[in-house]
DNA sequence: CAGCATCCACTATGATACTG
DNA sequence: CAGTATCATAGTGGATGCTG
């Protein structure tokens, strides 16, 4: 992506838009960065990230597993046991998924300034 | 976000996500990615994005510009001319992006690979 | 040229109830 | 505990036609 328009030969845009987009989702980079410090149980990610249903951390789960950044380990007892963590592509993703995260924290009043002043001046203009 | 969890004080996850969120969505970080080189005039984008519709590519430039990423400069000719380009902080945000696009792209087939499997798994199973 | 308005299909998210 | 099934709703994205 730093030399723009170099990866369009093989339509890699549309395919690395999917990645993006994950990212992007309500509550993939939620569950990366619990499972950066170690696995968890479904509930317990639940109860950590508090706000989120059982239905979207499902399919946030899913997606995730299904993109090779998380695992999913099934101890079949009674009650069932279930532990996600991430996978060495997972650990790997928190790089510059991390450094993004960062950056959006360093710069959020900057952003959130921006917004503001956009909106005042709708609102006026 | 390297230090999970320090930034929830603050609510900062939410606010970060917003952030997230907007690289996330369908076209904004080819639209990013295009005026790396260069500020562009509306049709000029359309034309070298090509599959956008000039709905999604007025609602994302309009959401770039309320962030404060992306500058549009009004030339009040007949025909009327305006000019988009990225402002310093749409510039800073394109290191960060540019790393995971480059993570993304670098990565694309060990995530399709494990798409395939997952899928396959499925249909299996 | 650079859009906005309208209508429509599809998707994402959530609330609730149920199952092995 | 760890989900799936169902229903309801809000939002996204696209097609088309119109405007200054």
Redesign the interface.
């Known amino acids: ?2 030399i ?1 328009g170099h ?1 369009h030969e093989t339509g ?2 549309q ?12 509550w993939s ?2 569950v990366i ?2 499972l ?2 170690g696995s968890r149980r479904f509930n317990e990610l639940k109860r950590e990230i508090g706000s989120v249903s059982q239905k979207m951390l499902s399919a946030t789960l899913r997606g995730l ?4 950044f998380v695992s999913r380990r099934v101890t079949p007892s009674v009650p069932p046991r279930v532990d996600y963590a991430l996978t060495d ?1 997972g650990h ?2 928190l ?11 360093a ?2 009043d ?6 503001a002043a ?2 005042a001046a709708q609102a006026q203009g």
């Open positions: 992506m730093t723009p990866q890699g845009c395919r690395v838009n999917t990645v993006l987009s994950r990212i992007g989702d309500k980079v939620q960065m619990r950066s410090t597993e299904r993109d090779g592509l790997e993703l790089g510059p998924v991390g450094a993004l995260g960062d950056w959006a924290f710069n959020i900057a952003v959130e300034a921006a917004r956009f909106d």
